[in-house]
């Protein structure tokens, strides 16, 4: 890797700022590629910057980088807001036996973690209701295992139910750069998952995981066990 010393040993004619730019431009392409490629996680833009020399054009690099692995068997991509290689999908066949099984979720955890996903801030009593029956503490714990969904805050409400969202885990497992990217109504019934003949009223909801509470949220209190919690704990 060049330097910024090699850069000043260069001979005079190859100092001048057209190729001392391309210097640094290969050494930031190849520091960033190497990032991507150790990283466990993926990576966000201040992060990569903060890492490289300062004046690298970051953003220019990725998408650069991204061009150059479109086809390849690993692509660039940006998955909640953030940077990483991944399988591509045309070859994501071969990675089946590398890949420890999973247990698959019980169709209850499936439609809470959608309504989840689509109503967030939402709490039991409005999964409950959305779904017409009721959600067991159970079906929760097992979705808060997954790191998919988080317990953002309480409502503003008697009671002071716990509302639950969705979490950078469950954009980055489900390959989405935000929960905007979630199917909507035409992509539902394209895909089988909701009846041709929906009623003309039937609205898919917005999306939105933003990470500061709403004006009906208070803060979670960690640590906290209000009465409804108690009582969840109980059934179970």
């Known amino acids: 890797m060049m330097s910024e010393t090699d850069l000043l040993d260069l001979p005079d004619v ?25 990283s466990s996680e993926p990576l966000s833009l201040e992060e ?21 692995y479109a086809a390849r068997g690993v692509n660039l991509v940006k998955v909640a807001g ?7 999908e045309d070859l994501a066949f071969l990675m089946h036996r590398n890949v420890e099984e999973q247990r698959k979720l019980s169709r209850a955890a499936l439609e809470t973690l959608a ?7 939402v709490t039991r009593a409005e999964i409950e209701e959305i779904r017409g029956v009721s959600t067991s503490k159970g079906t929760l714990d097992v979705l808060l295992e997954t790191t998919w969904i988080r317990m953002r805050g309480r409502r503003r409400t008697p009671g002071r139910p716990v509302t639950y969202g969705t979490t950078e885990q469950f954009l980055i497992h489900f390959g989405m750069e935000s929960v905007k990217d979630l199917p909507g109504l035409e992509e539902l019934k394209g895909a089988g998952l909701l009846d041709s003949a929906v009623p003309a009223s039937f609205l898919v909801p917005t999306p939105n995981d933003d990470i500061l509470l709403t004006e009906d949220e208070d803060p979670l209190e960690d640590g906290s066990l209000f009465e409804e919690d108690a009582d969840e704990i109980a059934e179970d």
Not at 82 to 88: D, N, P, V
Not at 115 to 121: K, N, S, T, V
Request: some cysteine.
């Open 14 to 38: 190859e100092r001048d700022g057209e190729h001392v730019a391309a210097a640094l431009d290969l050494a930031g392409q190849r520091m960033i590629e190497a990032l991507l490629f150790a």
């Open 48 to 68: 990569l910057t903060l890492r490289v020399p300062e004046g690298t054009d970051v953003l220019g690099v990725l998408e650069e980088l991204q061009k150059i």
């Open 82 to 88: 953030k940077w990483c290689f991944r399988t591509a």
């Open 115 to 121: 309504i989840i996903a689509y109503h967030q801030p």
